[in-house]
């Protein structure tokens, strides 16, 4: 099985595209106004390649709660993804918990990203197992990787 991500609205649209070309299949937040009525705003998860589009539940919005946000990941069966520093904290998300959390500690600086991407990406490639990250918390920051869990 290949990984599989759900990335909150903090993960910018370059790493989400780079993962999918890579050949992972990345879920994430999206806001979709329907051509018939361009006033209503309806929330879905946006799918990977081969992945119908699904529609969420009234009450869910992108700017829901960080608990609401991880546990579609959980929904999906997917490793949750983020630059929330917020997911790093162990004893609010305990990683057993999850499929997996991954947090991008980009500390505010866009020239993080690349090198935090690159060192991503090598991981993942070393560990391409689903089973790997469940109940682990990854903290990838420029020069090296945390696994905590």
Partial sequence: MSLRFFADNSIPNSIIQAL?????????????????DHSRKKLRVQG???????WLKKGYSIDSEDLTIIFQAKNY???????DEDFADIV???PADYKGIIA??????PK????????????????PEM???QGKLLLVEVDKIKVRG
Avoid: W
């Fill in 112 to 127: 993080n990203i690349p090198p935090i991407l690159a060192r991503l990406k090598t991981y993942l490639q070393a560990h």
């Fill in 48 to 54: 990977g390649a081969g992945y119908e589009l699904s």
């Fill in 131 to 133: 089973n790997h990250y």
């Fill in 92 to 94: 609010k998300y305990p």
């Fill in 104 to 109: 991008l500690q980009i500390r505010n600086d």
């Fill in 20 to 36: 999918r070309e890579t050949g992972y299949e990345v879920f994430r937040l999206g806001v979709y106004r329907s051509a018939r």
């Fill in 77 to 83: 069966d997917a490793i949750f993804l983020s630059l």
